[in-house]
């Protein structure tokens, strides 16, 4: 694992970005070892960091206090003769107004998704923008990118629209792009892609890696699952690796300069990516060979031909952000420093936020592309953990005791589901239907729900065929057995419990369950009752008797 660190003034490779810090394992355990080994300089740290790291009061990692180079282990911290590496105070408060920004932006996607799929470029908004003006800027917006941005009245009324009507969305727009921008601008250049085409993934997810719209696509980027296979992006039950910020921007690169190769034109890219090039290349037939976006976008599906008007009118409120008065949030750092590391055993969320004293929503934000908060263990295709960097050195420092900590759990939440199985298998009984059984009848025999005996046999439906075994959990306080209960008589109730006073919570079911040989239509019979409601303080007979 190899750790790269930044300056405000210039920032290294693709991973320019909180996220984006790239490691390699095999050299991560050096680094922090020789660290460690070094008294002097955990004695440099401790002073030139003064302000204490909070920490987290359950099952926090801490570097004891043992001979150097002994085994490190997990303890609770109750001694003070522990190693409590500091942080800077401004850099960890810059780190959680980034994390706190980033959580509360996770709901601007169905907002921008919605604007996008029922835009409307026909509707007049009022706003103070003199058309010339608008002309002019877009002229000169065009000279610099090779989009072809030409003024109309459906891209100034959307442009109108996202000022006054997204006013809001925009702004929070602006102050999240400080933080997915420059990695989106270093992989565009890269690979030769117009830098503006980072406005595309404010169209797409709102910058929201978790984002999923109606029909599946998925990320930043809103790949579909067969573009994102075609890209190979890993897609499984636990990594979604489209929801990765790193390995999906690579590929709608990728992605992008193939479409562009197809058509030589960045608008009708565009409008491929969104649609796929199968639409595009009917509305470029159905209007008569022509190759301009604006004159095919009457025959493109309804939300393409929202997508590049949308996308252009938000390509100007960044160019022109200032003019028009809005405002973002300004950070003084617009990334935070982190690190991966391979993960050695399956481990959760709720484990690693436990043991690296992390709050769960940073490793959301952090590891957005684990389905099910669970980082797979696969031998031979390691995946990877991204930490702050700050908590980066405890873990790796800790790593035998994490993973001992991790299979000591789950052996013990194993032997707790064996033991349940156990009990449950001694408390089974098997049943084999026989001709005039059906659900209900089994059910009421054995005192549990027809539900429950669904859920037990794995059945879809209530039919049952003669000969057919299922597995019946029985209620111990039921009083039942395997035989066929018999027809109720007067002397099943004894002499002191000929009358049920109704009480709170009793129905007619319940009643029937506490007196052996007494059934609902007995109830009911016996006292008179046609429905199944019940008065407090009623009181019934038990047999067909007087009371």
Same mark, same amino acid.
């Given at each position: 694992?190899?750790?790269?660190?930044?300056?405000?003034?210039?920032?290294?490779?693709?991973l320019f970005c909180p996220f984006f810090v790239l490691a390699q394992d095999n050299e991560s355990t050096q680094v922090v070892v020789d660290s460690i080994n070094s008294e002097a300089v955990i004695n440099r740290v401790n002073e030139a960091l003064p302000v204490e790291d909070t920490l987290r009061a359950q099952n926090t990692i801490n570097i004891t206090n043992n001979p150097l180079g002994k085994e490190l282990s997990l303890f609770k911290p109750t001694e003070s003769s522990t190693y409590d590496l500091k942080d800077h105070a401004l850099a960890a408060?810059?780190?959680?107004?980034?994390?706190?920004?980033?959580?509360?932006?996770?709901?601007?996607?169905?907002?921008?998704?919605?604007?996008?799929?029922?835009?409307?470029?026909? *509707?007049?908004?009022?706003?103070?923008?003199?058309?010339?003006?608008?002309?002019?800027?877009?002229?000169?917006?065009?000279?610099?990118?090779?989009?072809?941005?030409?003024?109309?009245?459906?891209?100034?009324?959307?442009?109108?629209?996202?000022?006054?009507?997204?006013?809001?969305?925009?702004?929070?727009?602006?102050?999240? *792009?400080?933080?997915?921008?420059?990695?989106?601008?270093?992989?565009?250049?890269?690979?030769?892609?117009?830098?503006?085409?980072?406005?595309?993934?404010?169209?797409?997810?709102?910058?929201?890696?978790?984002?999923?719209?109606?029909?599946?696509?998925?990320?930043?980027?809103?790949?579909?699952?067969?573009?994102?296979?075609?890209?190979?992006?890993?897609?499984?039950?636990?990594?979604?690796?489209?929801?990765?910020?790193?390995?999906?921007?690579?590929?709608?690169?990728?992605?992008?300069?193939?479409?562009?190769?197809?058509?030589?034109?960045?608008?009708?890219?565009?409008?491929?990516?969104?649609?796929?090039?199968?639409?595009?290349?009917?509305?470029?037939?159905?209007?008569?060979?022509?190759?301009?976006?604006?004159?095919?976008?009457?025959?493109?599906?309804?939300?393409?031909?929202?997508?590049?008007?949308?996308?252009?009118?938000?390509?100007?409120?960044?160019?022109?952000?200032?003019?028009?008065?809005?405002?973002?949030?300004?950070?003084?750092?617009?990334?935070?420093?982190?690190?991966?590391?391979?993960?050695?055993?399956?481990?959760?969320?709720?484990?690693?936020?436990?043991?690296?004293?992390i709050d769960k929503d940073e490793l959301k934000i952090l590891n957005p592309h684990y389905k099910l908060e669970v980082i797979p263990y696969v031998e031979g295709k390691p995946n990877t953990l991204r930490l702050p960097v700050r908590k980066m050195g405890k873990f790796v420092a800790n790593e035998e005791a994490i993973y001992a900590h991790v299979k000591n759990e789950l052996k013990e939440k194993e032997e707790i589901v064996a033991e349940i199985q156990k009990q449950a298998e001694q408390n089974s009984i098997r049943y084999r239907v026989k001709d005039?059984?059906?659900?209900?009848?089994?059910?009421?025999?054995?005192?549990?729900?027809?539900?429950?005996?669904?859920?037990?046999?794995?059945?879809?439906?209530?039919?049952?065929?003669?000969?057919?075994?299922?597995?019946?959990?029985?209620?111990?306080?039921?009083?039942?057995?395997?035989?066929?209960?018999?027809?109720?008589?007067?002397?099943?109730?004894? *002499?002191?419990?000929?009358?049920?006073?109704?009480?709170?919570?009793?129905?007619?079911?319940?009643?029937?369950?506490?007196?052996?040989?007494?059934?609902?239509?007995?109830?009911?019979?016996?006292?008179?009752?046609?429905?199944?409601?019940?008065?407090?303080?009623?009181?019934?007979?038990?047999?067909?008797?007087?009371?």
């Amino acid at each position: 694992m190899k750790q790269l660190t930044f300056s405000s003034g210039y920032l290294l490779g693709l991973l320019f970005c909180p996220f984006f810090v790239l490691a390699q394992d095999n050299e991560s355990t050096q680094v922090v070892v020789d660290s460690i080994n070094s008294e002097a300089v955990i004695n440099r740290v401790n002073e030139a960091l003064p302000v204490e790291d909070t920490l987290r009061a359950q099952n926090t990692i801490n570097i004891t206090n043992n001979p150097l180079g002994k085994e490190l282990s997990l303890f609770k911290p109750t001694e003070s003769s522990t190693y409590d590496l500091k942080d800077h105070a401004l850099a960890a408060k810059f780190d959680s107004l980034w994390m706190k920004e980033l959580v509360d932006a996770a709901p601007l996607f169905n907002e921008m998704y919605q604007e996008v799929l029922e835009l409307d470029t026909t *509707s007049t908004i009022v706003y103070d923008l003199h058309t010339d003006t608008l002309k002019l800027r877009l002229a000169r917006l065009n000279e610099r990118t090779p989009f072809n941005i030409e003024y109309n009245a459906s891209l100034e009324n959307v442009i109108k629209s996202f000022l006054t009507r997204k006013r809001g969305l925009m702004e929070r727009m602006l102050t999240l *792009s400080q933080f997915y921008f420059p990695l989106f601008e270093q992989e565009f250049d890269n690979k030769n892609i117009p830098l503006e085409m980072k406005y595309l993934s404010i169209v797409e997810s709102a910058l929201n890696p978790k984002a999923r719209s109606r029909v599946g696509a998925t990320g930043l980027w809103q790949f579909m699952y067969g573009t994102g296979k075609e890209m190979k992006l890993t897609i499984n039950s636990y990594v979604d690796e489209r929801s990765d910020p790193i390995k999906s921007t690579a590929a709608a690169a990728n992605y992008l300069n193939r479409l562009y190769r197809i058509y030589d034109d960045w608008d009708l890219a565009l409008a491929a990516y969104n649609s796929g090039p199968g639409n595009v290349n009917k509305a470029i037939r159905r209007s008569g060979g022509q190759r301009n976006y604006w004159n095919i976008r009457r025959n493109l599906p309804r939300e393409t031909a929202g997508y590049v008007p949308a996308f252009q009118a938000t390509m100007y409120i960044f160019e022109y952000a200032e003019e028009h008065g809005l405002k973002s949030k300004k950070v003084d750092r617009a990334y935070f420093e982190t690190d991966t590391v391979h993960v050695k055993s399956l481990i959760t969320f709720d484990q690693i936020s436990e043991l690296a004293a992390i709050d769960k929503d940073e490793l959301k934000i952090l590891n957005p592309h684990y389905k099910l908060e669970v980082i797979p263990y696969v031998e031979g295709k390691p995946n990877t953990l991204r930490l702050p960097v700050r908590k980066m050195g405890k873990f790796v420092a800790n790593e035998e005791a994490i993973y001992a900590h991790v299979k000591n759990e789950l052996k013990e939440k194993e032997e707790i589901v064996a033991e349940i199985q156990k009990q449950a298998e001694q408390n089974s009984i098997r049943y084999r239907v026989k001709d005039g059984d059906f659900l209900g009848k089994i059910a009421e025999r054995y005192g549990v729900r027809v539900s429950q005996l669904k859920q037990w046999n794995g059945l879809r439906s209530n039919n049952l065929r003669i000969g057919q075994r299922l597995t019946i959990y029985p209620r111990k306080d039921s009083g039942t057995s395997v035989k066929p209960r018999e027809t109720p008589t007067r002397t099943a109730v004894t *002499s002191t419990s000929k009358v049920h006073e109704v009480k709170s919570g009793d129905s007619l079911w319940t009643i029937s369950r506490k007196y052996p040989g007494v059934t609902i239509e007995n109830l009911r019979k016996w006292n008179g009752i046609s429905g199944n409601n019940l008065k407090l303080g009623t009181k019934l007979k038990l047999c067909d008797c007087s009371s």
